[in-house]
């Protein structure tokens, strides 16, 4: 394996076990913003597609839109695309709408997606066997 995609698969890692950890937190009662769960959640997806993007086809995108257009274009990638769409867009509303509202079932279902796209990339890349 390449070390930028062993880099990228261990900022996946950190990502998600921090949303996990800041979920919980949130369901506990913690005052945590829950909007940003969501964006630490879609930043794993990222790092996810950022290690196979780079694995596979040797390309680092320098933003999110190149690295969604690869997405799209990538025959095992398009099994995750509506997710991390999906998680892309939560993620934008997160950080640019001030009015943006995060109710628990939506912070779940994020950390669940980015938990699925995390292991179908890893399994992609040969590494959930």
């Not at 079932?105 to 959930?128: D, F, P």
Request: hydrophobic fraction near 45%; include cysteine; glycine fraction near 4%.
């Amino acid at each position: 394996m390449k070390l930028l995609t062993s880099l990228h698969l261990a900022r996946a890692d950190a990502d998600h076990a921090f949303a996990v950890h800041l979920s919980d937190a949130l369901h506990r009662g913690d005052p945590i913003p829950a909007a940003w769960v969501i964006v630490v959640a879609f930043y794993c997806a990222v790092h996810c597609v950022n290690a196979y993007l780079w694995e596979i086809y040797d390309f680092a995108p320098s933003d999110h839109e190149s690295r969604t257009r690869a997405l799209h274009s990538s025959a095992d990638l398009t099994t995750i695309s509506v997710a991390y769409d999906a998680l892309g867009v939560r993620a934008y509303h997160a950080r640019y709408e001030p009015t943006f509202s995060a109710p628990p079932t939506l912070v779940e279902r994020s950390v669940q997606q980015a938990g699925e796209i995390r292991a179908a990339v890893r399994g992609y890349l040969g590494l959930n066997r």
